[in-house]
């Protein structure tokens, strides 16, 4: 039987699922594998099954001349914690588990969108303080949603799904920058440039994480954004320069953010804890159990196809 490591817990029904099949070590912690674990893992196991912030990098991958480890089945879509190019060198197939967090990571973002638009947090923070002294014609004013243009960075499978929410939910206006044509939006949306997505009443981030993707919101392209323009990333962190973000809401230039990835998570930056028009969640996007547990059954199903012989159905380096 090969030994399978699992580097943070997961659902009990997808731990059963894998001691049904593999050697099973379940890691039961929630940091991230440290430089000697990421060695271990390719050392002493046959399969890993890693998630986010576990970084097989190339010199993780050069420091285990041969690896034993064949297959590192990523539980979650994104994978840029891990490089596909040296794990093939090295001889792995590395997996993903791409479907099962798209309406659960697009419902976040409708969510950081109303919570930011309409100050929902900020009201929460003032009831449970006892501070709120009852109804009033101007208590709280926010920002009206439906109806409004929302600008969708990145159009795949969670961006369509954003966009379905806020065109039908919200009667949205949607437009959407992509790197590459999309033919079929699958409902009424307009492809613009990056410039044009960004000058939007809300802005929502949805790309991969990757090389390409490192820092696309920067200082250029959030000065696109207009100065009542909301800003939300359900991404990956380090999609936005974190940096370029405050500097943009402490002088103005856009009304609010709403967060749930962060460029060093678990870091989360004092200067945006300390501002009220900022909606900051703890990385929220697929944390519902069923989605988890699709998620796990898919990594499961992955490593199983591997260890059967055949191609893995969710392969990212082929």
């Given at each position: 039987?090969?030994?399978?490591?699992?580097?943070?817990?997961?659902?009990?029904?997808?731990?059963e699922?894998?001691?049904a099949r593999?050697?099973?070590t379940?890691?039961?912690?929630?940091?991230?594998?440290?430089?000697?674990?990421?060695?271990?893992?390719?050392?002493?196991?046959?399969?890993?099954?890693?998630?986010?912030?576990?970084r097989f990098?190339?010199?993780?991958?050069?420091?285990?001349?041969a690896?034993?480890?064949?297959?590192?089945?990523?539980?979650?879509?994104?994978?840029?914690?891990i490089?596909?190019?040296?794990?093939?060198?090295?001889?792995?197939?590395?997996?993903?588990?791409?479907?099962a967090v798209?309406?659960?990571?697009a419902?976040?973002?409708v969510?950081l969108i109303?919570?930011?638009?309409?100050?929902?947090?900020?009201?929460?923070?003032?009831?449970r303080?006892?501070?709120?002294?009852?109804?009033?014609?101007?208590q709280?004013?926010?920002?009206?949603v439906?109806?409004?243009?929302?600008?969708?960075?990145?159009?795949?499978?969670?961006?369509k799904?954003?966009a379905k929410?806020?065109?039908?939910?919200?009667?949205?206006?949607?437009?959407?920058y992509?790197?590459?044509?999309v033919?079929?939006?699958?409902?009424?949306?307009r492809q613009?440039?990056?410039a044009?997505?960004m000058?939007?009443?809300?802005?929502?981030?949805?790309?991969p994480?990757?090389k390409?993707?490192?820092?696309?919101?920067?200082?250029?392209?959030?000065?696109m954004?207009?100065?009542?323009?909301?800003?939300?990333?359900?991404?990956?962190?380090?999609?936005?320069?974190?940096?370029a973000?405050?500097?943009?809401?402490?002088q103005?230039?856009?009304a609010?953010?709403?967060l749930?990835?962060?460029?060093?998570?678990?870091?989360?930056?004092?200067a945006?804890?300390?501002?009220e028009?900022?909606?900051?969640?703890p990385?929220?996007g697929?944390?519902?159990?069923?989605?988890?547990?699709?998620?796990?059954?898919?990594?499961?199903?992955?490593?199983?196809?591997?260890?059967?012989g055949?191609?893995?159905?969710?392969?990212?380096?082929?």
């Amino acid at each position: 039987m090969q030994r399978l490591l699992i580097t943070r817990r997961l659902p009990d029904r997808v731990l059963e699922a894998a001691r049904a099949r593999f050697d099973v070590t379940l890691r039961d912690r929630t940091d991230v594998l440290s430089a000697d674990e990421l060695r271990a893992a390719l050392r002493d196991y046959d399969a890993v099954l890693p998630t986010l912030g576990d970084r097989f990098q190339p010199d993780v991958f050069a420091d285990v001349s041969a690896p034993r480890a064949k297959i590192l089945a990523n539980f979650g879509v994104g994978y840029n914690h891990i490089d596909t190019v040296a794990a093939k060198a090295a001889g792995l197939a590395v997996t993903n588990t791409p479907g099962a967090v798209t309406d659960a990571t697009a419902d976040i973002a409708v969510s950081l969108i109303l919570m930011t638009a309409r100050r929902l947090g900020e009201g929460e923070r003032i009831l449970r303080a006892g501070r709120w002294e009852g109804w009033g014609p101007v208590q709280m004013l926010g920002t009206h949603v439906t109806g409004k243009r929302i600008g969708i960075i990145g159009f795949g499978r969670i961006g369509k799904a954003i966009a379905k929410r806020c065109h039908y939910g919200f009667d949205m206006e949607v437009v959407f920058y992509n790197r590459s044509r999309v033919e079929d939006p699958g409902l009424p949306a307009r492809q613009v440039e990056m410039a044009e997505a960004m000058a939007a009443d809300f802005v929502v981030v949805a790309v991969p994480g990757s090389k390409e993707t490192h820092h696309l919101m920067n200082a250029k392209t959030l000065g696109m954004m207009k100065k009542s323009g909301i800003f939300v990333n359900i991404s990956r962190g380090d999609v936005v320069d974190e940096a370029a973000l405050i500097e943009a809401l402490e002088q103005g230039r856009i009304a609010g953010a709403g967060l749930d990835v962060y460029e060093f998570e678990p870091k989360v930056p004092a200067a945006l804890i300390a501002m009220e028009n900022v909606t900051l969640l703890p990385h929220l996007g697929t944390a519902c159990l069923e989605v988890r547990e699709d998620m796990g059954m898919m990594a499961v199903a992955n490593l199983v196809a591997w260890a059967e012989g055949r191609v893995p159905p969710n392969l990212v380096n082929p």
